[in-house]
């Protein structure tokens, strides 16, 4: 699996503030770097992947951790 150039851990937060905590660490990076979040399946999986697709992120992987977390890479995107 491949590793991000940041790692946001948003386990031990509930939606919406998944995602608001996710997009923090994504204004950190520059075009082209690559976020990995590990989040909990459910909404969080459901959700996160697809705002950031809506926001004009490219989701490069989503790795399922097999204990109820899943690992997801989103390339930053230059459409903000």
Same mark, same amino acid.
């Given at each position: 699996?491949?590793?991000?150039? +940041?790692?946001?851990?948003?386990?031990?937060?509930?939606?919406?503030?998944?995602?608001? %905590?996710? %997009?923090?660490?994504?204004?950190? +990076?520059?075009?082209?770097? @690559? +976020?990995?979040?590990?989040?909990?399946?459910?909404?969080?999986? +459901?959700?996160?992947?697809?705002?950031?697709?809506?926001? &004009?992120? %490219? @989701?490069?992987? @989503?790795?399922?951790? &097999?204990? &109820?977390?899943?690992?997801? /890479?989103?390339?930053?995107? &230059? /459409? /903000?």
């Amino acid at each position: 699996m491949k590793k991000g150039d +940041l790692f946001v851990d948003i386990t031990d937060v509930v939606c919406p503030i998944t995602f608001v %905590k996710a %997009k923090v660490g994504m204004e950190e +990076l520059q075009d082209g770097q @690559v +976020l990995e979040i590990k989040m909990n399946e459910g909404e969080p999986i +459901l959700n996160v992947p697809r705002s950031f697709k809506e926001e &004009g992120h %490219k @989701v490069i992987e @989503v790795t399922n951790n &097999g204990d &109820g977390t899943y690992t997801v /890479l989103v390339e930053k995107g &230059g /459409l /903000l």
